[in-house]
């Protein structure tokens, strides 16, 4: 059974940091590319930052960029997201997701986690 499950969200403030995990089962995780994704309240899911099946190259949205790393440890078949200099509009249920490494584009990520919940106040 093919399975991501996040974990690491929570209530913070305004500035501070927070680390994501992304634990995947059931896939062979080197070889798909894994995103991170976020849907706040009323909105719909939008992609936060990308990291190839590789770990060698990632792509984020212009507004987490120098704020959100992700990384990943295929050994641990473990996808990150370490996000800094948290705002109150980096608030919403964030997902992990993954899309086969010879794939492309947002609409192939195609299994993808429960989501945890990310509340950052001002």
């Known amino acids: 059974q093919v399975q991501l499950v996040e974990s690491g969200g929570g209530l913070v403030q305004a500035g501070d940091s927070l680390r994501l995990s992304c634990a995947a089962s059931?896939?062979?995780?080197?070889?798909?590319?894994m995103g991170w994704f976020r849907q706040a309240p009323g909105k719909g899911r939008e992609f936060v930052v990308g990291?190839?099946?590789?770990?060698?190259?990632?792509y984020g949205a212009d507004s987490v960029k120098g704020r959100f790393t992700i990384s990943r440890d295929n050994a641990k078949n473990t996808l990150y997201l370490q996000m800094n200099s948290l705002r109150p509009e980096d608030t919403a249920v964030y997902y992990c997701?993954?899309?086969?490494?010879?794939?492309?584009?947002?609409?192939?990520?195609?299994?993808w986690g429960q989501g945890t919940q990310v509340t950052v106040s001002s």
């Open positions: 997701a993954a899309r086969w490494r010879w794939r492309s584009g947002l609409e192939a990520y195609n299994v």
């Open positions: 990291i190839d099946w590789t770990g060698g190259v990632t």
């Open positions: 059931g896939l062979t995780f080197d070889k798909y590319d």
